[in-house]
């Protein structure tokens, strides 16, 4: 099997919206990304059966552990800020689902939406650059869905394993746990928006600021910023100043367009522009 150059491990989430659905979850915003970026692109995921791949990761390789349902999220935008609910879960993705050949992918993202990925899947790969959103591992909910910031028991052990981690300002429950996870995590990269990204690196801290833009919509801004600057520490055997300022560059793009779609659609043209120049 021709080896994978992108591998991202989360659920696929529906997302609710007035009058339906719409695909969510970081296995679709950074797996379509990453492949727009070039990459042969895998996911490891899970859903109800039926569910649509091709119209939901077109091109992508899948590999899906059936599930009684989908994983689902709410959110309501209130004057105090987003309330968030979970109305399904689909199954825990564990090493026992994890593809032999996939164990070789030059980059893998590790992307929990809803503390889905079992951590020990970072055991699996010894030869590849891995980055972690551990948002998903952040979250708790109640017995109604409703979700909470938590604290990640095991990220002591898990960070310093990764070459990379990745969490906006809204992932952390507390300044104490920002500055917890600067100590365990080789390179720390801080996302904050229209402002761009902080990285943390030994003891250099380094603000790069993003391009200005008219925003539209930012839904998975985050993740698509985490496909990019992934695959930019890659190509550049480790350069993180670069990789930052390349992923501010395609996140930036990314919320001038509606859906996700059209967002991967500006990627792509923007890459061949890019690539031509």
């Known amino acids: 099997m021709e080896k994978i150059d992108y591998l991202v491990a989360g659920h696929i989430s529906a997302d609710v919206i007035p009058g339906g659905t719409k695909i969510g979850g970081a296995v679709a915003y950074a797996g379509r990304t ?3 970026l070039g990459c042969r692109t895998a996911a490891l995921t899970s859903a109800a059966p039926g569910y649509n791949w091709e119209a939901a990761l077109p091109g992508i390789l899948v590999h899906a552990v059936p599930a009684a349902e989908t994983t689902t999220f709410e959110n309501v935008y209130t004057p105090s800020g987003r309330v968030q609910t979970v109305h ?3 199954e825990r993705l564990t090493t026992a689902h994890l593809p032999e050949s996939w164990k070789r992918a030059s980059i893998v993202h ?3 939406i809803a503390n889905e990925v079992d951590p020990d899947l970072i055991y699996s790969f010894s030869n590849s650059v891995v980055g ?3 948002q998903g591992w ?3 909910w109640d017995e109604n869905g409703r979700v909470y910031a938590t604290n990640w028991e095991r990220a002591a052990e898990i960070l310093p394993l990764a070459a990379a981690v990745i969490l906006s300002e809204e992932d952390l429950p507390d300044r104490a746990t920002l500055e917890a996870y600067r100590q365990w995590s080789r390179l720390l990269v801080l996302t904050q928006g229209k402002e761009g990204c902080t990285l943390f690196m030994d003891d250099e801290v380094q603000h790069i600021p993003a391009p200005v833009v008219r925003e539209v919509e930012p839904t998975g801004a985050g993740d698509i910023f985490a496909a990019a600057f992934l695959t930019r520490l890659y190509q550049t055997a480790g350069n993180p100043w670069e990789a930052a300022r390349f992923a501010n ?3 930036s793009l990314s919320v001038t367009k509606p859906d996700l779609p059209s967002k991967i659609t500006l990627i792509q043209e923007h890459m061949r522009q890019y690539i031509e120049r």
């Open 110 to 112: 590790l992307a929990p």
């Open 88 to 90: 399904g879960w689909a």
């Open 34 to 36: 990453a492949q727009a």
């Open 249 to 251: 560059e395609i996140a």
């Open 138 to 140: 952040l979250r708790r």
């Open 132 to 134: 972690l959103t551990p």
